[in-house]
Nanobody
Framework: QVQLVESGGGFVQPGGSLRLSCAAS????????MSWYCQAPGQERELVAS????????FYADSAKGRFTISRDNFANTIDLQMNSLAPEDTAVYYC??????????????WGQGRQVTVSS
């Protein structure tokens, strides 16, 4: 059974920093592209950042560039999202996602339970 367990996040004032972590189990972690998505109230879930299985390729949404850093540890089966210079518009529930990176794995798409990030003064 695949599990993605998120931790971190919480409340911070504008300009502050938070870190999200996601621990994966029940899958061959090194074969999955890992991502963070966010969903604000009344809005669709959107991609924030993504990292390739070998960590040689990262993608960031325009809103995350220069402020957020995604990383992974293929020995510990974890990914992190370091979020700096946070603003109120970053307030959302953040989800960890694992998607199979090989053609035969395209149906393997898993989600964590979500973690609240609130940025407010």
């Amino acid at each position: 059974q695949v599990q993605l367990v998120e931790s971190g996040g919480g409340f911070v004032q504008p300009g502050g920093s938070l870190r999200l972590s996601c621990a994966a189990s029940g899958l061959t972690f090194r074969l999955f592209r890992m991502s963070w998505y966010c969903q604000a109230p009344g809005q669709e879930r959107e991609l924030v950042a993504s990292i390739s299985p070998s960590a040689d390729n990262m993608f960031y949404a325009d809103s995350a560039k220069g402020r957020f850093t995604i990383s992974r540890d293929n020995f510990a089966n974890t990914i992190d999202l370091q979020m700096n210079s946070l603003a109120p518009e970053d307030t959302a529930v953040y989800y960890c996602n694992a998607k199979g990176a090989l053609p035969i794995m395209t149906s393997m798409d898993y989600w964590g339970q979500g973690r609240q990030v609130t940025v407010s003064s």
